[in-house]
């Protein structure tokens, strides 16, 4: 059993940053590798990073490349995403999951096995 909190989130205007903070329980921290989505409403569930359980190897989804970078910190047992360049669209509900079983740095959500109840970013035009 995994628990996952999302922080960090709140209001900014376009073109501001923003980093977001995912704390985990537990002490098996280093054997998921972990992943950032973010819903809008009336949109489905998309992905936004990921990283792998040593931290070597992430993935991007396009629209955050140059603009996002994803994080983690095993001994703290904490992920992050720094968010830089907001834009409007950037605005979402943002998740942080966790999966025990890839071997590689999943985008897809039925991919993940753990998930945080999400934090709002808001980014003003």
């Known amino acids: 059993q995994v628990q996952l909190v999302e922080s960090g989130g709140g209001l900014v205007q376009a073109g501001g940053s923003l980093r977001l903070s995912c704390a985990t329980s537990?002490?098996?921290?280093?054997?998921?590798?972990m992943g950032w989505f973010r819903q809008a409403p009336g949109k489905e569930r998309e992905f936004v990073a990921a990283i792998s359980r040593g931290g070597i190897t992430t993935n991007y989804a396009d629209s955050v490349t140059g603009r996002f970078t994803i994080s983690r910190d095993n001994a703290k047992k904490t992920v992050y995403l720094q968010m830089n360049s907001l834009k409007p669209e950037d605005t979402a509900v943002y998740y942080c999951?966790?999966?025990?079983?890839?071997?590689?740095?999943?985008?897809?959500?039925?991919?993940?096995?753990?998930w945080g109840q999400g934090t709002q970013v808001t980014v003003s035009s």
């Open positions: 999951a966790a999966s025990n079983s890839l071997r590689r740095v999943g985008a897809e959500v039925d991919e993940y096995d753990y």
């Open positions: 537990g002490r098996t921290f280093s054997n998921y590798a």
